[in-house]
């Protein structure tokens, strides 16, 4: 039988929501997943599904909603109770969901020229591949320098970092315009420094820089990955850190890899960006896939028949810019030949990036970036002069790549590889050969680059 509580749970938060002008997307993330879980005495326990947003988001949720909680609980029922929380994952019932947002419509204008209009956290579908970083970027807007300082997010290519990084931006400032928000790339802050350096006698730049990145209350700093072995950037980029955390401002930061495989990090930044919290965002599911797909369709006021959907959704998987570059490719080729969308213009207009008979073109380049991502190096370290084992291996696994999957000659392939003459390259391709007779795991991982590279 359902008590007091449980009957009027749902106008309880309601009534939270509006005595506390709550947003729709901090009611749908916090609020919403709160379940009644027991109600004794005078304890009511509530059961947070940290599936959806994670079990750091208990502490959030005490500090945050506890107390108004409690009021409106008190409002609605007249009664007076003790609030605790517990996690799903704590209690026996758990039950796996995969949900995503439900839809809304986005009309809102953007007075933030530095920031896409569009990347929301309305606009953002949450899935299971993403909604830790979701919940963990949500908390951040919300309180600002008070839960996770820094905030460390990354993902792999086109996963939807900046489309939460710039959430966080626009929430803040939507609810505190006054707010002194700073989005940047690292590379931005790269050139900007090397500029400031460049001009340090005319004027006293240097120091512009510095009020420009000190004097603020959130610094968004977009693939961080690209500040990597720039030294001098690593070392202003640490004192803007140092200056900002000191005086609790909030620091957002986004990468490829998390800070312990970022290898030419600095130690000392590494553990600060370890201070907070790290969240990954992971390639999306189908469902996911198909949400993200309609959301798109929706803020394009497009209308496309569902079996188009599911042939996108099933064949582009891993990268989220794609997903919505290939509905934007169907939409241009129905509009430039007349004709309707459909499974088949779909598989037209999209040949070239899903079709099994096509076979991508094998480029150096491309098997640069395959291994260069297995081993969880850079192409620039590739290419480099390094002479480590961790680079110089993997270099010369892409030269036997280059030679067994390209027409190249070991000259091409050398100059590719930071122009290097052809006899490294012949030597590199001999260990590596000779390494595989012998090493039936080194034997494995060829195999695996090499389905990567050419999947047929
Ligand atoms: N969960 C999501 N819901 C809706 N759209 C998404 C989602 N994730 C990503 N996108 C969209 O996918 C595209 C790529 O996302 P974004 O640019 O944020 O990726 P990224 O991780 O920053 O990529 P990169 O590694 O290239 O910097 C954007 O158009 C973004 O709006």
């Not at 008190?74 to 209690?91: H, K, M, P, Q």
């Not at 928000?181 to 400031?196: A, D, K, M, R, W």
Request: hydrophobic share 35%; glycine share 4%.
């Amino acid at each position: 039988m359902k008590n007091i509580i449980q009957e009027k749970w749902d106008e309880i938060l309601e009534a939270l929501k509006n005595e506390h002008d709550i947003s729709d997307v901090s009611f749908r993330t916090w609020l919403l997943p709160l379940k009644v879980y027991s109600v004794s005495d005078d304890i009511i326990t509530i059961m947070i599904d940290d599936k959806l947003i994670g079990s750091d988001s208990i502490n959030f949720i005490k500090r945050k909603y506890g107390l108004p909680l409690k009021v409106a609980i008190e409002e609605i029922t007249n009664l007076n109770y003790e609030l605790d929380f517990i996690l799903e994952s704590a209690t026996s019932n758990i039950e796996v969901k995969n949900e995503v947002s439900p839809k809304k419509e986005i009309t809102k204008k953007n007075p933030y020229p530095f920031l896409n209009p569009r990347y929301t956290f309305d606009t953002f579908v949450v899935g299971t591949n993403n909604n830790l970083a979701h919940a963990a970027s949500l908390a951040v807007a919300e309180s600002p320098a008070e839960v996770y300082n820094p905030l460390f997010i990354y993902g792999g290519v086109g996963l939807g970092k900046t489309h939460l990084m710039h959430s966080i931006a626009h929430f803040i400032l939507e609810h505190n315009p006054k707010a002194k928000v700073l989005y940047v790339t690292s590379e931005q802050f790269t050139n900007e420094l090397i500029e400031s350096i460049r001009n340090r006698n005319e004027n006293s730049s240097t120091a512009e820089f510095r009020e420009k990145y000190r004097n603020i209350d959130v610094l968004l700093i977009d693939d961080i990955q690209f500040i990597i072995g720039k030294e001098s950037t690593q070392e202003e980029f640490f004192h803007t850190f140092n200056t900002l955390h000191e005086s609790k401002k909030q620091i957002i930061i986004s990468s490829d890899k998390p800070p312990k495989d970022i290898e030419t990090l600095e130690d000392r930044l590494r553990s600060r960006f370890e201070w907070g919290l790290t969240v990954d965002i992971q390639s999306p599911d189908y469902e996911t896939r198909m949400a993200i797909l309609k959301k798109k369709e929706e803020l394009d006021g497009l209308s496309i028949d569902n079996e188009v959907m599911k042939y996108i959704a099933t064949n582009v998987k891993s990268n989220i810019r794609e997903l919505e570059g290939a509905l934007t490719k169907i939409v241009a080729l129905s509009r430039l030949k007349k004709r309707e969308v459909n499974v088949e213009l779909a598989e037209e207009a999209l040949k070239d990036l899903i079709s099994p008979n096509n076979q991508k073109n094998i480029t150096a380049e491309l098997i640069m970036e395959i291994v260069s991502e297995h081993f969880n190096i850079t192409v620039p370290d590739l290419c480099s002069t390094k002479k480590s084992r961790n680079i110089a291996y993997p270099r010369q696994m892409c030269m036997y790549l280059c030679r067994s999957l390209t027409e190249l000659s070991l000259s091409d392939i050398g100059k590719k590889l930071g122009n290097r003459d052809h006899t490294t390259v012949l030597h590199g391709i001999d260990k590596v050969t000779k390494d595989i007779q012998k090493d039936s795991q080194l034997q494995n991982t060829v195999e695996v680059l090499s389905k990567k590279i050419s999947p047929q």
